[in-house]
């Protein structure tokens, strides 16, 4: 899409609409959870300082020119609830072709309501490129998806985010700069990076998740590397393989070593980057004797899962069939009946035939969507804490409503734009996701 030069400004001063505590928490200087109901009723009480928001990554440079989230005018933020949804229904009857709307699994369900179509972020990218007349893309997610639909729609296209604060936590644990050091560092133990060996493999292949910023993707892509989905992250990590001694894997460290164990590989030959210490905090011996390295990363809704969760469910349930996501940790994902994406789960739970219960592990608003959906079976979420995306939670239908009527009234909100010299390589780095098998389907429409 076609976009201005990226200029990058100086790093910026604390931003009051993110939540730093999540670096903090990663570096282990802090601890305690990630996970926050907090955002779940007036988002706009943390967006009163305009700021870049977590975005590609609350750790990122901000782009010259970005739109930053300003205070949502009061008109919405004292709007009841019908009344939101009625302005929302009226901007988008009046916008018709124009707009698509989309809505992610774990999207709230009075955002969900208004999507014409519902599904992970690379079915909704996918989505929003099957729409070419549309001129603008609302992307009712987080940052690094609406980056993704950008680099998939069309240059007359605009995606918006309805929300610019509204980022991912995991994707925050990667930014530009520290996997830029990182593969410096790795250089330095392998020699060149981009010289393959006598058998003509290259020292380590980069593999990132969707789950991640553009400038991440693009990085991936001038470096022979490959961006993933947690469907088809086995069949991502055999393309590198094929290519490389070895894979660095980023950012979130679960997806990576569930997926590469379930391949064969042992534990000691996946150690742990911390970009916060020297060589990861691993030793020279251990990245040679590497075949995966894992980021240190983690989604803090999926973190959540135990053990402890899928037994008590046994003991209280008999016969319950236990599927979670690969996001959750290993001893989770080894304890569950099954793993898989959110499509994964989704078909799970539509194709089960004869009630069946289904613990789930995986955001809350999809599990009681899908237990909405489908009364006949006894669905519940293994964590008996409600924990959902917070950051998804910022796509307030206060903030749907204002990105719809500003399109109704000629104007363009909250515009997401991937500068062209970070979108080539990200591109690169999806066709190569493409190639290496066909992507998912585009969900159904809703509406
Ligand atoms: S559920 Fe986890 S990985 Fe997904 S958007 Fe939220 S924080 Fe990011």
Same mark, same amino acid.
């Given at each position: 899409?076609?976009?201005?030069?990226?200029?990058?400004?100086?790093?910026?001063?604390?931003?009051?609409? +993110?939540?730093?505590?999540?670096?903090?928490?990663?570096?282990?200087?802090?601890?305690?959870?990630?996970?926050?109901?907090?955002?779940?009723?007036?988002? *706009?009480?943390?967006?009163?300082?305009?700021?870049?928001?977590?975005?590609?990554?609350?750790?990122?440079?901000?782009?010259?020119?970005?739109?930053?989230?300003?205070?949502?005018?009061?008109?919405?933020?004292?709007?009841?609830?019908?009344?939101?949804?009625?302005?929302?229904?009226?901007?988008?009857?009046?916008?018709?072709?124009?707009?698509?709307?989309? =809505?992610?699994?774990?999207?709230?369900?009075?955002?969900?309501?208004?999507?014409?179509?519902?599904?992970?972020?690379?079915?909704?990218?996918?989505?929003?490129?099957?729409?070419?007349?549309?001129?603008?893309?609302?992307?009712?997610?987080?940052? /690094?998806?609406?980056?993704?639909?950008?680099?998939?729609?069309?240059?007359?296209?605009?995606?918006?985010?309805?929300?610019?604060?509204? =980022?991912?936590?995991?994707?925050?644990?990667?930014?530009?700069?520290?996997?830029?050091?990182?593969?410096?560092?790795?250089?330095?133990?392998?020699?060149?990076?981009?010289?393959?060996?006598?058998?003509?493999?290259?020292?380590?292949?980069? +593999?990132?998740?969707?789950?991640?910023?553009?400038?991440?993707?693009?990085?991936?892509?001038?470096?022979? =590397?490959?961006?993933?989905?947690?469907?088809?992250?086995?069949?991502?990590?055999?393309?590198?393989?094929?290519?490389?001694?070895? %894979?660095?894997? /980023?950012?979130?460290?679960?997806?990576?070593?569930?997926?590469?164990?379930?391949?064969?590989?042992?534990?000691?030959?996946?150690?742990? *980057?911390?970009?916060?210490?020297?060589?990861?905090?691993?030793?020279?011996?251990?990245?040679?004797?590497?075949? %995966?390295?894992?980021?240190?990363?983690?989604?803090?809704?999926?973190?959540? /899962?135990?053990?402890?969760?899928?037994?008590?469910?046994?003991?209280?349930?008999?016969?319950?069939?236990?599927?979670?996501?690969?996001?959750?940790?290993?001893?989770?994902?080894?304890?569950?009946?099954?793993?898989?994406?959110?499509?994964?789960?989704?078909?799970?739970?539509?194709?089960?035939?004869?009630?069946?219960?289904?613990?789930?592990?995986?955001?809350?608003?999809?599990?009681?969507?899908?237990?909405?959906?489908?009364?006949?079976?006894?669905?519940?979420?293994?964590?008996?804490? +409600?924990?959902?995306?917070?950051?998804?939670?910022?796509?307030?239908?206060?903030?749907?409503?204002?990105?719809?009527?500003?399109?109704?009234?000629?104007?363009?909100?909250?515009?997401?734009?991937?500068?062209?010299?970070?979108?080539?390589?990200?591109?690169?780095?999806?066709?190569?996701?493409?190639?290496?098998?066909?992507?998912?389907?585009?969900?159904?429409?809703?509406?």
């Amino acid at each position: 899409m076609a976009a201005s030069p990226l200029t990058l400004a100086p790093r910026r001063a604390v931003d009051a609409s +993110v939540d730093h505590g999540i670096q903090a928490i990663v570096a282990g200087t802090a601890t305690g959870s990630t996970c926050s109901t907090d955002l779940a009723a007036t988002p *706009w009480t943390f967006d009163t300082v305009p700021g870049y928001g977590p975005g590609a990554s609350m750790g990122d440079v901000i782009p010259t020119g970005s739109p930053r989230q300003g205070e949502l005018p009061a008109e919405y933020r004292e709007a009841s609830e019908d009344e939101l949804h009625a302005r929302i229904r009226a901007a988008k009857e009046t916008l018709g072709d124009r707009v698509v709307v989309l =809505g992610h699994f774990y999207q709230r369900d009075e955002v969900v309501r208004h999507a014409d179509y519902v599904g992970d972020s690379f079915q909704l990218a996918n989505a929003a490129k099957a729409h070419p007349e549309a001129e603008a893309i609302v992307f009712c997610g987080v940052h /690094f998806m609406a980056e993704t639909a950008d680099l998939l729609s069309g240059p007359g296209q605009a995606v918006i985010l309805p929300n610019l604060a509204a =980022g991912c936590s995991m994707a925050d644990m990667a930014d530009i700069d520290q996997v830029e050091e990182c593969w410096e560092q790795l250089e330095d133990v392998y020699g060149p990076l981009d010289e393959p060996d006598a058998d003509g493999f290259l020292p380590v292949i980069p +593999v990132t998740y969707m789950n991640s910023s553009a400038a991440i993707k693009g990085f991936v892509g001038r470096h022979g =590397g490959i961006v993933c989905t947690s469907s088809n992250a086995r069949t991502v990590l055999e393309w590198a393989f094929a290519r490389g001694r070895r %894979v660095l894997f /980023f950012p979130d460290q679960h997806l990576g070593r569930n997926t590469a164990k379930a391949m064969g590989v042992p534990l000691e030959r996946m150690p742990m *980057w911390n970009p916060h210490r020297p060589l990861g905090g691993s030793s020279e011996q251990d990245l040679r004797d590497a075949r %995966v390295i894992l980021w240190h990363g983690f989604c803090s809704v999926h973190r959540r /899962f135990t053990v402890d969760q899928i037994d008590r469910a046994r003991a209280e349930h008999p016969g319950v069939r236990v599927i979670v996501h690969p996001e959750c940790p290993m001893p989770v994902v080894d304890a569950a009946d099954e793993a898989g994406s959110t499509d994964v789960i989704r078909r799970a739970i539509v194709s089960a035939t004869a009630p069946t219960t289904f613990a789930i592990g995986t955001e809350i608003n999809l599990v009681q969507r899908l237990a909405a959906q489908h009364p006949q079976h006894t669905i519940f979420c293994l964590d008996p804490v +409600v924990c959902p995306c917070s950051t998804m939670y910022r796509i307030h239908p206060g903030y749907l409503a204002w990105t719809l009527e500003e399109l109704v009234a000629g104007r363009v909100v909250n515009r997401i734009t991937v500068a062209d010299e970070v979108a080539a390589p990200a591109r690169v780095a999806l066709e190569r996701m493409l190639a290496a098998k066909p992507a998912s389907a585009t969900p159904a429409r809703t509406a």
